[in-house]
């Protein structure tokens, strides 16, 4: 009760207690009901408290069908009872978001890109809040471009980047810019470099991640329906990302990393990368190398999980 009235009252600073989600809007005091709308769970209907409050890892990835398969390994991964088959989603009440719930750890889908993310972020960030949850770290895996890195290696991200290598994150509020800092949780990334260490095979740099609007021009990509630039000037826009500690891109590390830093979530951007945008714009590996790809940061999580909770 002393943490829900020390959260209340705003005091993060205070020592004694433990590490919880901060909302930074005053306004949510005041509600009576809060309704999360795109997960179809609400304050009044459901008891969040005991539904999530003992949630330690939040895992976030972008399709659906993933973030299933996630839920299925990790609960195989931590030998729960049960089987994996009747994980049940969560937000079966809406098609926009899935979550499945394994021990402490939430798997939820997010789509593409940054708006879709952040709608999905502001309502897990008062999810994890409500449910009076502490210590919670949170993961996004992903795909990405590498920029000068060999095709399947994973990206494990320092700092979130805009278009031009800044780390920050522009939103519009009422009309105005505002910007935020995207720096990630320095001791998550490198506890997850280590833990890449200790795997078999399993290539893995920490670098910045350019997160950006669009998947083709935005990209600097040359094969969309639209192309306003020339060859050698992609080749030069991804040399200056490179000089500049860029590593790989993706399409929604920026807000994560400027969300979760505000609300005191620790918070990890872990992207394999598919193709290296040096080489080509297509992605044209076979099917089964893209889904062993894909694994991969799962089985990075999962690794980590399994070590934080001393399976290992
Ligand atoms: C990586 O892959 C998706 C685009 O194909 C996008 O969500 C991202 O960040
Ligand atoms: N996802 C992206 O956003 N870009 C890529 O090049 C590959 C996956």
């Known amino acids: 009760m002393a943490q829900i009235l020390l959260n209340r009252m705003g005091n993060d600073h205070n020592e004694y207690i433990k590490p919880s989600v901060q909302l930074k809007n005053p306004y949510l005091d005041t509600m009576e009901e809060d309704i999360l709308y795109h997960f179809s769970l609400s304050t009044k209907t459901h008891n969040l408290p005991e539904m999530f ?27 729960l009872p049960g089987s994996p088959e009747e994980i049940r989603n969560i937000c079966e ?14 798997s ?44 399947g290696t ?34 998550v990334a490198n506890e997850l470099l280590q833990c890449s260490s200790e795997l078999q095979n399993f290539p893995a740099v920490i670098g910045h991640t350019m997160c950006a609007h669009d998947f083709y021009e935005g990209q600097g990509r040359l094969d969309g329906a639209l192309c306003s630039f020339s060859h050698e000037e992609k080749l030069e826009y991804l040399r200056e990302a490179h000089e500049a500690g860029v590593r ?54 999962s690794h980590f999980i399994k070590k934080r909770l001393g399976y290992i």
């Open 53 to 79: 409050g003992d949630i330690k890892f939040v895992c976030v990835g972008g399709s659906a069908t993933r973030m299933k398969a996630f839920a299925q390994f990790i609960h195989q991964e931590l030998k």
């Open 154 to 187: 994973v990206v494990i991200t320092d700092k979130a980047v805009d278009y031009s290598f800044r780390p920050q994150f522009e939103q519009v509020v009422l009309g105005k810019v505002i910007t935020r800092n995207t720096e990630l949780d320095e001791g």
């Open 93 to 106: 009440g809406t098609d926009r978001y899935c979550m499945y719930k394994v021990g402490p750890v939430l």
């Open 108 to 151: 939820i889908s997010h789509g593409m890109g940054v708006p879709s993310i952040s709608i999905m972020l502001h309502e897990l960030i008062k999810l994890l809040h409500h449910a009076q949850c502490h210590d919670v770290v949170l993961f996004r895996l992903g795909t990405s471009g590498g920029v000068g890195l060999a095709p």
């Open 248 to 301: 790989n891109i993706e399409m929604e590390s920026t807000v994560l990393a400027a969300m979760c830093r505000v609300c005191g979530l620790k918070a990890a951007v872990i992207c394999v990368t598919l193709l290296n945008r040096f080489d080509g714009d297509q992605i044209t590996s076979p099917h089964d190398v893209l889904v062993e790809y894909q694994q991969r940061p799962q089985v990075l999580v």
